[in-house]
T-cell receptor
């Protein structure tokens, strides 16, 4: 079974630009979550999509948005990039409906550098 | 706001030594998970603990969930260089969704 894939793996952008990151979950997984990982703040939850609907949202500004398609693939968009948005963006997928905390399967991440 | 504090943040030990990593919170979690992350990769789940007082073993790794479900620990016996990596604890909320609260992580280096 193929794992979670994220594209692109690396991105360099300049302040003020916008960026779109893509995530393809494991086949059959309907939940996709996005996390931002930085040395200072660690892993922080951005949002979760389940069956094309945002189910949870973290404490990030509105410049961070996402969506999920009918095939469960997800994209996240960051507009008006700031230097502080430089981070590793991780996508995780799970079945989405379990009786206990589901196992999150993480992709390798997209390393975003904002200059 | 739920927070998880991990300690220590960094640990450098010799092969064969034992170590314990702690994950503490003032909040109750419905479950706690431990992940391990290697450079250039995403975190990989090691274990999920759900019941207060629960102890789970995975080869040389022992995981414990506190009785009050506010803390957890990871103990590694006879550490090996292959155990090197970033260890993360993560708490689940009241609903079993993809939203996890992560600790800051413990970077473990095991020297041969």
């Amino acid at each position: 079974k193929a794992g979670v894939t994220q594209t692109p793996r690396y991105l360099i952008k300049t302040r003020g630009q916008q960026v779109t990151l893509s995530c393809s979950p494991i086949s059959g997984h309907r939940s996709v979550s996005w996390y931002q990982q930085t040395p200072g703040q660690g892993l922080q939850f951005l949002f979760e999509y389940f069956s094309e609907t945002q189910r949870n949202k973290g404490n990030f500004p509105g410049r961070f948005s996402g969506r999920q398609f009918s095939n469960s693939r997800s994209e996240m968009n960051v507009s008006t990039l700031e230097l502080g948005d430089s981070a590793l963006y991780l996508c995780a997928s799970s079945l989405g409906w379990t009786s206990v905390q589901p196992e999150q399967f993480f992709g390798p991440g997209t390393r975003l550098t904002v200059l | 706001t739920q927070l998880l504090e991990q300690s220590p943040q960094f640990l450098s030990i010799q092969e064969g030594e034992n170590l314990t990593v702690y994950c503490n919170s003032s909040s109750v979690f419905s479950s706690l998970q431990w992940y391990r992350q290697e450079p250039g990769e995403g975190p990989v789940l090691l274990v999920t603990v759900v019941t207060g007082g629960e102890v789970k073993k995975l080869k040389r790794l022992t995981f414990q969930f506190g009785d009050a479900r506010k803390d957890s620990s990871l103990h590694i016996t006879a550490a090996q260089p292959g155990d090197t990596g970033l260890y993360l604890c993560a708490g689940g909320g009241s609903s079993n969704t993809g939203k996890l609260i992560f600790g800051q992580g413990t970077t473990l280096q095991v020297k041969p």
